[in-house]
């Protein structure tokens, strides 16, 4: 393991082959962060979505990490953080660590289901199965 630096001064630590990923030398702070911009700039397309649907979201037969919206890529041998909405599937980020993809896509969860929940009277509900 690495002692990496992140762009906010906090110190991670991190896989060898995670060095070259600039994703990678994020903290968990700023990897939510991250997430939270992306699901910002995405917000645009929100309109005409099942809110119902959302509200009450669960992990999919797919999902293989037992947290919604995280999965393995093999190929990159990295945790992957993403959410789909409206038919369309943002990345929020490849993480070495599995608790550092699903900080990420819980964060950008509350910014992007949570804002659009809350601007038409609902709440996020947690996942009861995590
Ligand atoms: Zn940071």
Same mark, same amino acid.
């Given at each position: 393991m690495w002692e990496c630096r992140c762009e906010c001064g906090a110190i991670t630590y991190k896989a060898t082959?995670?060095?070259?990923?600039?994703? /990678?030398? /994020?903290?968990n702070e700023c990897a939510g962060k991250y997430a939270a911009d992306i699901a910002r700039q995405s +917000?645009?397309?929100?309109?005409?979505?099942?809110i119902t649907k959302i509200a009450d979201m669960k992990p999919t037969? +797919?999902?293989?990490?037992? +947290?919604?919206g995280v999965y393995f890529e093999k190929r990159s041998n990295k945790w992957r953080a993403r959410l789909t909405f409206k038919g369309k599937i943002m990345s929020f980020g490849s993480f070495a660590r599995f608790e550092d993809a699903v900080f990420a896509r819980k964060e950008a969860e509350k910014i992007y289901f949570g804002e659009f929940l809350e601007e038409n009277g609902l709440e996020l509900k947690e996942n009861v199965e995590e």
């Open positions: 082959d995670t060095l070259t990923n600039p994703d /990678m030398s /994020m903290c +917000a645009g397309f929100v309109g005409g979505t099942q037969a +797919a999902n293989t990490s037992g +947290a919604r």
